[in-house]
């Protein structure tokens, strides 16, 4: 799975992928950080990064310097997005204000500095990495729960990132922490939009904990859209949030302890500079 990290000058603990950054001298830095390292309490304890939560404003913005601060990268270029769970992707040119953060699921870019960022809570966090024609790198990230997977965020993703030059047979990605198989059990009649898609989709629900339920691979439906979209690079970073609840937020989780809120943890992708 892989040791959690964390820089000297920062508590705020990450995980990374070695193959799908290929080598120590990538020219991108990327990371899925987990909860540590934060200042939030409560419910939130303790690296919270959700505009959107409850969480006291200013717990939220130093929770996500300090990430900025890992990454590398100025507050104000560590972007998100305000998520719907839909299939809509921007390219990113310049920064904008965490106000006027746009409503889509996945971003990308070829402009190095700016860190695209995706909030999650149990959907699968998705990093991905390319190069134009002039060897220039490409980059996105997008936010694949299963209504935007099924809509096709991820298709969408690698068609901005051809826009911008990179093939989709070289891009590769990363599949971050998110609820494992194990841990997402669904109705039967979950599955049907998925079945109705594609019959081979049946391979991602298996017998579920009870009567009429089913468990759902979150993850490895993702990747296979992935490899549909024509990428031959597609890692896993194999992380139950629901399960490993010291070290990630989960909203399942929440929701069945009644809880009012969750926090969100952040993956991160950048251009070096």
Excluded at 1 to 30: C, I, Q
Excluded at 199 to 220: I, Q, T, V
């Amino acid at each position: 799975m892989g040791k959690p990290l964390t820089r000297p000058d920062s508590e705020a603990v990450y995980y990374d992928m070695s193959a799908f950054a290929g080598n120590e001298t990538a020219p991108f830095f990327h990371a899925f950080f987990g909860r540590s390292g934060g200042v939030s309490g409560d419910i939130y304890a303790s690296l919270n990064c959700g505009v959107g939560s409850q969480d006291e404003p200013d717990r939220v913005t130093e929770n996500r310097r300090r990430i900025a601060s890992v990454v590398g990268v100025a507050p104000k270029n560590f972007l998100t997005l305000h998520q719907i769970h839909s299939d809509k992707c921007v390219t990113v040119k310049e920064i904008w204000d965490i106000k006027d953060r746009p409503q889509a699921d996945a971003f990308v870019t070829d402009v190095p500095g700016i860190a695209l960022g995706i909030l999650t809570a149990d959907c699968a966090p998705v990093l991905f990495y390319g190069e134009n024609a002039g060897g220039k790198p490409v980059i996105g990230a997008a936010h694949a729960g299963w209504g935007g997977a099924l809509k096709g965020v991820l298709e969408s993703t690698v068609k901005a990132m051809n826009a911008l030059g990179a093939e989709s047979t070289k891009i590769r990605a990363c599949i971050g922490p998110c609820i494992g198989r194990a841990s997402y059990e669904v109705t039967e009649e979950f599955s049907e939009p998925f079945l109705a898609q594609d019959e081979a989709n049946e391979r991602f629900f298996s017998s579920g904990k009870r009567p009429g339920h089913l468990m759902f691979d979150l993850a490895g439906y993702c990747a296979a859209r992935l490899a549909g979209a024509g990428l031959r690079q597609v890692f896993i970073k194999d992380l139950d949030t629901y399960f490993n609840e010291e070290d990630f937020y989960s909203y399942r989780r929440s929701t069945h302890r009644q809880e009012k809120d969750y926090g969100r943890q952040a993956s991160v992708i950048c251009i070096r500079g």
